[in-house]
């Protein structure tokens, strides 16, 4: 059974940054993509941004130019680096691992934008 744990979301002010983490209990060279979802209240869950084993990254068009995904192999960890950040980037954060047929996804981190 693969475990994601997120951890690094909290209050930040408008124009702050966070750096979300996203360990997993397997290699994460296992997983055809790994990625960073978010859900606010009242609306559907979306990808925030992505990257896949050969290192292609996406990006949700809201994130592009402030956002960097990034991994770690030898610590089995994918990071959000959240830079010039808004009210509107409050939400949960989900990490999520792709293998093939089977999503994994994590338990969520809060993160909210607040003066």
């Known amino acids: 059974q693969v475990r994601l744990v997120e951890s690094g979301g909290g209050l930040v002010q408008p124009g702050g940054s966070l750096r979300l983490s996203c360990a997993a209990s397997a290699s994460i060279f296992s997983f055809n993509n790994l990625g960073w979802y978010r859900q606010a209240p009242g609306k559907q869950r979306e990808l925030v941004a992505s990257?896949?084993?050969?290192?292609?990254?996406n990006y949700a068009d809201s994130a592009k130019g402030r956002f960097t995904i990034s991994r770690d192999s030898a610590k089995n960890t994918v990071y959000l680096q959240m830079n010039s950040l808004k009210p509107e980037d409050t939400a949960v954060y989900y990490c999520?691992?792709?293998?093939?047929?089977?999503?994994?996804w994590g338990q969520g981190t809060q993160v909210t934008v607040s003066s």
């Open positions: 990257i896949t084993v050969a290192s292609s990254t």
């Open positions: 999520n691992a792709n293998r093939l047929y089977t999503n994994y």
